[in-house]
């Protein structure tokens, strides 16, 4: 698995973009991009491009590990 630069959910910005979601969760673009189309993940449509608001893919990381999360909001 891919290393995260982050060290934070502090460092990242308001919205990401599929390669940042990419990043962050160590996984493929292509895998982020499909993952953002899934039933549940907290996208949001403006007009062509697809973004994630950075408050709801906490949420989302949390609730879909138990809170297990190391990168935490210290």
């Not at 599929?18 to 993940?41: D, Q």
């Not at 809170?67 to 935490?72: A, H, L």
């Amino acid at each position: 698995m891919k290393q995260s630069k982050y060290k934070s959910y502090d460092e990242l910005p308001l919205f990401l973009n599929a390669a940042l979601v990419a990043e962050v969760l160590g996984i493929a673009p292509s895998s982020a991009y499909e993952l953002m189309h899934e039933k549940g993940f907290p996208m949001l449509k403006v007009g062509s491009r697809i973004v994630v608001p950075k408050e709801r893919f906490i949420e989302w990381v949390e609730r879909n590990t138990g809170g297990g999360c190391e990168c935490g909001t210290d």
